[in-house]
């Protein structure tokens, strides 16, 4: 709570013990205690979902000069590495989409942070839930000409081959089992590696 004189005295005291100090939402308040801390000689990451601080308040090109990190964080190496040094990103930020997709950053990131080689990049993926069958989509079907692989569109049971270019490039699973979308994952990386060492 940052609202009576007591509030800023108790804050400054804890600052004073030194830092580092996380400050999540660059609204007002938390800027206020982020700059206050700075003058103290605390390092703070100010932590904000929005694209700019207090934009909606001040407006973009405001928000963009309070805090800018100069980071952008949707151009990350395939282990999350950003353009700065020891800073790196996985999740929403990166604008990776799916949470599948999210939660395959945030392994890659904790595999450079340990030192772990970079794993190959794996078939996006996700899945979603629509009247009671379990959609699973692997690969990318965007520009593709669907093929009917297995079981029948009127049914609530089948898959559908993405083709381009003469090789498929997604796989879409309706409810079919753990072992289909394995098979379809590994499909789709064989077709990959064979594609890059052509």
Do not use: Y
């Not at 950003?82 to 950053?105: I, K, L, Y």
């Amino acid at each position: 709570m940052l609202r009576t004189r007591f509030d800023a005295e108790r804050l400054r005291a804890a600052l004073l013990e030194g830092g580092p100090l996380a400050v999540v939402g660059a609204g007002p308040i938390g800027l206020e205690a982020a700059a206050a801390a700075r003058r103290l000689g605390v390092e703070v990451t100010v932590i904000e979902s929005a694209p700019r601080p207090v934009a909606g308040i001040l407006g973009p090109r405001a928000g963009a000069w309070l805090a800018g990190s100069g980071i952008d964080p949707s151009a990350v190496d395939g282990s999350g590495r950003t353009t700065a040094p020891g800073v790196f990103a996985a999740g929403d930020v990166t604008g990776s989409g799916h949470w599948e997709a999210t939660s395959r950053g945030g392994t890659a990131v904790a595999r450079a942070l340990l030192g772990r080689p970079e794993l190959p990049a794996a078939p996006p993926f996700f899945w979603s839930d629509q009247h009671g069958v379990r959609l699973q989509c692997v690969g990318d079907p965007r520009g593709a000409r669907e093929s009917v692989a297995h079981g029948d569109l009127a049914g609530h049971c089948f898959e559908l081959d993405h083709l381009r270019d003469g090789r498929t490039t997604a796989v879409l699973l309706a409810g079919r089992p753990a072992s289909a979308l394995r098979a379809a994952r590994a499909r789709l990386t064989i077709t990959e590696t064979r594609r890059r060492a052509a």
